[in-house]
C-alpha cells in the first residue's frame, strides 16, 4: 500500500493560484497512478486530474482544462497540482488518490485504493 498525505489548501480569491501537493509513502510509490478528486457539499465527487505511473500521461476533467497543470516528482515522491485561474465553482475539498500501474485514461474510481485526508480549497472574494 502507499500512503497520502495532501498540502497547499487555503483560501484564494477569483483568480488566483493554488499548488496542491499529494506526498506519498510507502513501497515503491512509483508504480502508483495517483489522480486529484474533489468534492464540494451537495456535489459527487469529480475528478479532476490523473497522471499515469506507466507512462506519464495526464488528463483532466472538462471544468479545469487548460487551467490546472499536474506534475510528479519520482525524487520526491510528491505530486503536485497547479491550479490556476481559480473560481468559485473550484471550491472543494480535494483529495489524492492512487491505483496501482494503470493508465489514466481507462480507470475508475473504484481502481484508487489509497486515499489522502484531503485539503480545503476555497475561492471566494
Known amino acids: 500500500q502507499v500512503q497520502l498525505v495532501e498540502s497547499g489548501g487555503g483560501l484564494v480569491q477569483p483568480g488566483g493560484s493554488l499548488r496542491l501537493s499529494c506526498a506519498a509513502s510507502g513501497f515503491a510509490s512509483h508504480y502508483w497512478t495517483i489522480a486529484w478528486f474533489r468534492q464540494s457539499p451537495g456535489k459527487e465527487r469529480e475528478r479532476v486530474s490523473c497522471?499515469?505511473?506507466?507512462?506519464?500521461?495526464?488528463n483532466y476533467g472538462d471544468s479545469v482544462k487548460g487551467r490546472f497543470t499536474i506534475v510528479r516528482d519520482n525524487d520526491k515522491k510528491t505530486v503536485y497540482l497547479q491550479m490556476n485561474s481559480l473560481e468559485t465553482e473550484d471550491t472543494a475539498v480535494y483529495y489524492c488518490a492512487a491505483a496501482l500501474g494503470i493508465h489514466c485514461s481507462n480507470s475508475l474510481s473504484a481502481d484508487f485504493v489509497s486515499w489522502g485526508q484531503g485539503t480545503q480549497v476555497t475561492v471566494s472574494a
Open positions: 497522471i499515469s505511473s506507466i507512462d506519464g500521461s495526464t
